[in-house]
């Protein structure tokens, strides 16, 4: 098995200072893959969702891909940082910073699965439905959670709106997460999410991030957010 060299280190960590996006993040050396075992992920297939009102198949395609690259990545640290376990070199600064990497990539493929698992909608909230329900017993109405959700994702700065679900007493929060390995509450279910960051929107919508946010809401799966609450 051939050792990681530091040009591919620098890459994972992307201490290069380029951001590692898309298929190409790892693309140069195919054979970093190490034999380890482990059970890869699988990018998974959203291609139901073009033809969407409000987002062009320019830009789900390159969303699309941008999440493949995040499940690429997820794979390719978790294989190395076992077979630097494996070879006992946990000692070495190369494993504290793929540790430090790993929740980035793993965030970026889970929040965007849960994103685009909770889009392709073509109805509004069912009002009698148990998230309604609960959002207006958490907010006094939906259109006070609507709009505090709405206000959240207005913020500046990149990042995501998270509906979550604190796992001890049931309550609905809506959270502003920075960075995808930052602020996630901890115990907590995420309910509905929305991408914020510049690559979700600017094709379609350029500085208008409100447009977005609206054509968001045109587009939500209610039924999928419905399902992810726990009773």
Avoid at 11 to 34: C, E, K, N, Q, Y
Avoid at 168 to 178: A, K, Q, S, V
Avoid at 201 to 220: Q, S, T
Wanted: charged share 25%.
């Amino acid at each position: 098995m051939k050792s990681i060299k530091r040009r591919e280190f620098l890459a994972l960590t992307g201490l290069t200072g380029a951001a590692l996006v898309g298929r190409a993040a790892f693309s140069a050396r195919p054979d970093i893959r190490m034999e380890v075992n482990t059970m890869a992920y699988t990018a998974k297939d959203y291609a139901k969702l073009i033809g969407m009102p409000g987002f062009s198949e320019t830009l789900l395609k390159n969303h699309f891909t941008l999440y493949q690259g995040y499940v690429t990545n997820t794979n390719k640290v978790l294989d190395i940082l076992a077979q630097m376990l494996k070879d006992g070199k946990t000692g070495l600064p190369e494993y504290a910073e793929l540790k430090r990497r790993l929740g980035w990539e793993f965030n970026g493929m889970r929040l965007h699965e849960r994103y685009f698992e909770n889009l392709g909608g073509k109805a509004g909230p069912e009002m009698n439905g148990k998230l309604a329900k609960k959002l207006v017993e958490e907010f006094g109405s939906f259109e006070s959670w609507e709009k505090d959700f709405r206000a959240t994702g207005a913020m500046r700065g990149i990042g995501w709106v998270v509906l979550y679900q604190d796992a001890e007493t049931g309550r609905l929060i809506n959270f502003w997460i920075n960075e995808h390995d930052v602020s996630h509450p901890a115990g907590c279910n995420p309910i509905l999410i929305m991408d914020v960051f510049e690559h979700a929107y600017m094709i379609d919508y350029g500085l208008k991030r409100a447009d977005y946010i609206e054509a968001f809401f045109k587009n939500i799966d209610w039924t999928a957010a419905a399902a992810r609450l726990k009773s």
